[in-house]
């Protein structure tokens, strides 16, 4: 990423992981929202630990910052297994899944994020780990090679993408359980705010929980940065206590508007407007202009823009809508009122 976002769904370096590890649920029970995916989980789980087998592999796939990864520590906890975390980019050649897969125990469970961005030699060396739990191993090169077929203990493998849609059919069939990860209402983010409010003994009255729930894109881990943000601000300057004032004075400070969008979206959609004309225009087209990661706009910034109708794709490239051009006070421009 290019720019450095309040919103952005991805972690923000140390000091962040380590407020999202103490805040992050470590038990079923504790996880808030996302109520379809923990019932479902929850009977796999249960039959899995009755069977005394380890968890099926499964895939979590959604926009980053809704919990996948809080999820995988979940399920491993609950299985009393242990949690082997690595990354699709981090797995560069065979070889670096070798040592991985080799040291696993029965029941771990290896996760591994942005699976989306496996090499694909790498990807193929997982199918037949995760099938049948062998893997084979090229000794030597030339006329002297061999292969030599070396089994695993059974594990289970979690995936967890931002786009499920990037991999192949032949992957994804070898999970077992699949998960879509949807952005969080308002009322299960103010039920997160009050939860982690209260894990740092902070005072915040109802209709500043519900500020902050509204304007957190629907992402618990922008929740979380918001309340740190408006936590320092009420600290500074109202002895403590989160009142709705402060926190809306905070957030503006913040360039969070009252939709939770922040500077960088409000460019894209700019872009679009000034640029392209409203669009249809190419997520590649708008990223040169903008200076910024095609990925980061695709995984990060686009999805929520969709969710609340700023935003639609058509089959020749991203549209604004009325939508947009009535919250960043744009008129239409005259006689193109009934393209939007
Ligand atoms: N913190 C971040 N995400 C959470 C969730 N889904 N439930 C509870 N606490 C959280």
Request: net charge neutral.
């Amino acid at each position: 990423m290019s720019v450095e976002r309040l919103i952005s769904g991805k972690s923000q370096g140390q000091e962040e992981e380590k407020y999202n590890l103490t805040l992050r649920p470590t038990r079923l029970i504790e996880y808030i929202g996302q109520k379809e995916i923990i019932e479902k989980l929850n009977i796999s789980l249960r039959a899995a630990r009755e069977r005394g087998e380890p968890l099926e592999h499964a895939l979590l796939y959604g926009p980053p910052g809704l919990g996948k990864t809080t999820l995988a520590y979940i399920i491993a906890y609950e299985m009393g297994t242990r949690l082997i975390v690595t990354s699709g980019p981090a797995l560069v050649r065979p070889a670096d899944l070798l040592g991985v897969l080799t040291n696993l125990e029965r029941g771990d469970i290896l996760f591994i994020d942005e699976i989306h961005r496996l090499a694909p030699p790498v990807e193929e060396y997982l199918y037949s780990a995760m099938e049948d739990f062998r893997i084979s191993i090229n000794l030597d090169k030339g006329i002297y090679s061999k292969v030599v077929e070396v089994p695993l203990k059974p594990f289970t493998l979690i995936g967890a993408t931002t786009r499920s849609g990037l991999l192949g059919t032949a992957f994804r069939e070898r999970f077992g359980i699949l998960h879509h990860f949807d952005f969080y209402p308002a009322e299960d983010l103010s039920e997160i705010i009050r939860r982690s409010g209260k894990m740092m003994t902070l005072e915040i009255s109802e209709d500043a929980v519900y500020e902050l729930a509204i304007r957190s894109r629907g992402t618990p881990r922008t929740a979380n940065r918001l309340l740190r943000r408006v936590r320092d601000y009420a600290q500074i300057y109202s002895s403590g206590k989160i009142q709705k004032e402060n926190a809306m004075t905070a957030l503006k400070m913040e360039g969070i508007d009252e939709c939770g969008l922040d500077g960088v979206d409000r460019k894209f959609l700019r872009t679009i407007i000034e640029y392209y004309d409203g669009g249809p225009v190419g997520i590649e087209a708008i990223a040169a202009t903008l200076n910024e990661e095609v990925d980061t706009l695709a995984d990060v910034v686009e999805p929520f823009l969709l969710k609340i109708g700023f935003v639609v794709r058509t089959p020749r490239g991203r549209r604004v809508t009325k939508k947009s051009f009535e919250h960043l006070g744009v008129k239409i421009p005259l006689g193109q009122e009934q393209l939007f």
